[in-house]
């Protein structure tokens, strides 16, 4: 009788997986990117490329040029056309 239940039963398993993630970023700083005054901030800051800037506060390239165009990052614009933005400005933005 037993043998009949038991084979009338689902088993169901379940199997968790996980994966661990490691995130690594690194980039050598153009030439232009120096350590410069911040002519909003008065600070002396490194400057960083957009690219940059997105790959350290983890946000998108597309969201620091809206912060340029809206005027809330700090940025200078270098003689070859290079925008070089103010990290402090960045991080003010992000915690509001």
């Known amino acids: 009788m037993h043998a009949g239940i038991l084979s009338n039963m689902e088993v169901k ?43 350290t506060f983890n946000i998108s390239r597309r969201a620091i040029y809206r912060f340029v165009e809206q005027g809330t990052a700090h940025f200078v614009e270098i003689a070859n056309g290079e925008v070089l933005l103010c990290p402090a400005s960045i991080i003010a933005v992000k915690h509001r």
């Open 13 to 55: 398993r379940k199997t968790t997986i996980e994966i661990e993630t490691h995130r690594s970023v690194s980039f050598t700083a153009p030439v232009s990117a120096a350590v410069v005054l911040c002519p909003f901030c008065a600070t002396q800051e490194q400057m960083l490329t957009p690219e940059q800037a997105a790959a």
